[in-house]
């Protein structure tokens, strides 16, 4: 099992982050120690004074799959969920200074908690569905598929040309606007439309 991240996947991030709206989708990956299970705390590492939350749709992969043609792309997924992509910000400024990989700031054991649950695409409406994240209760990010500059379906189409999609595979694909720092003590939950669907406490 893999974890794809899609980065700079909404304008107003990229703008926040100082950096260019991508022509092309922007991957990176996680390991399978990323993954922090529903009901998990966050242990805060000691590697980095500055990690931020970056909630994000996920997409798991239903089936096996190599060059998906995005007109096909929807079959290969079926339910929708909702992950944090949590960033070691002071790591990655230093790696992107330095051209050096993502991994340390990005691919840290935890580094991606996942819902409880899946929601069933049929349910929804995947062209306008909407998300949030609540810091201690205060809405800090607010997103909408309509603000992807890819698609789901261009977003597998792109990933698959270089690596075989496998049943199981998540594609965390990218954070809106409004990224923040956590402390000890914080806890995160996120909602699709209304439904609660993730709760991250930090320690
Ligand atoms: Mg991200």
Same mark, same amino acid.
């Given at each position: 099992?893999?974890?794809?991240?899609?980065?700079?996947?909404? +304008?107003?991030?990229?703008?926040?982050?100082?950096? +260019? $709206?991508?022509?092309?989708?922007?991957?990176?990956?996680?390991?399978? $120690?990323?993954?922090?299970?529903?009901?998990?705390?966050?242990?805060?590492?000691?590697?980095?004074?500055?990690?931020?939350?970056?909630?994000?749709?996920?997409?798991? *992969?239903?089936?096996?799959?190599?060059? *998906?043609?995005?007109?096909?792309?929807?079959?290969?997924?079926?339910?929708?969920?909702?992950?944090?992509?949590?960033?070691?910000?002071?790591?990655?400024?230093?790696?992107?200074?330095?051209?050096?990989?993502?991994?340390?700031?990005?691919?840290?054991?935890?580094?991606?908690?996942?819902?409880?649950?899946?929601?069933?695409?049929?349910?929804?409406?995947?062209?306008?569905?909407?998300?949030?994240?609540?810091?201690?209760?205060?809405?800090?990010?607010?997103?909408?598929?309509?603000?992807?500059?890819?698609? *789901?379906?261009?977003?597998?189409?792109?990933?698959?040309?270089?690596?075989?999609?496998?049943?199981?595979?998540?594609?965390?694909?990218?954070?809106?606007?409004? $990224?923040?720092?956590?402390?000890?003590?914080?806890?995160?939950?996120?909602?699709?439309?209304?439904?609660?669907?993730?709760? $991250?406490?930090?320690?």
């Amino acid at each position: 099992m893999k974890i794809i991240c899609i980065g700079r996947n909404y +304008a107003k991030h990229a703008k926040e982050m100082n950096a +260019a $709206v991508p022509t092309t989708p922007l991957f990176f990956m996680k390991p399978d $120690v990323a993954l922090l299970r529903p009901g998990t705390p966050f242990f805060y590492p000691n590697f980095s004074k500055d990690i931020h939350f970056e909630c994000e749709l996920v997409v798991k *992969i239903n089936r096996v799959g190599k060059n *998906i043609a995005a007109k096909f792309a929807h079959k290969y997924y079926d339910e929708i969920g909702l992950g944090i992509d949590f960033t070691a910000r002071d790591l990655q400024q230093k790696c992107k200074e330095n051209g050096h990989p993502w991994e340390i700031a990005k691919s840290f054991e935890g580094s991606a908690p996942i819902s409880k649950e899946f929601i069933d695409k049929k349910a929804i409406d995947l062209n306008t569905l909407s998300f949030h994240l609540e810091k201690n209760g205060e809405t800090v990010q607010q997103g909408t598929t309509e603000d992807m500059i890819f698609s *789901i379906d261009r977003i597998i189409a792109y990933v698959s040309q270089f690596m075989t999609l496998k049943k199981g595979d998540l594609i965390y694909t990218g954070t809106p606007a409004g $990224v923040g720092p956590i402390a000890i003590g914080d806890e995160l939950t996120g909602f699709i439309g209304e439904r609660e669907m993730l709760s $991250v406490r930090i320690k």
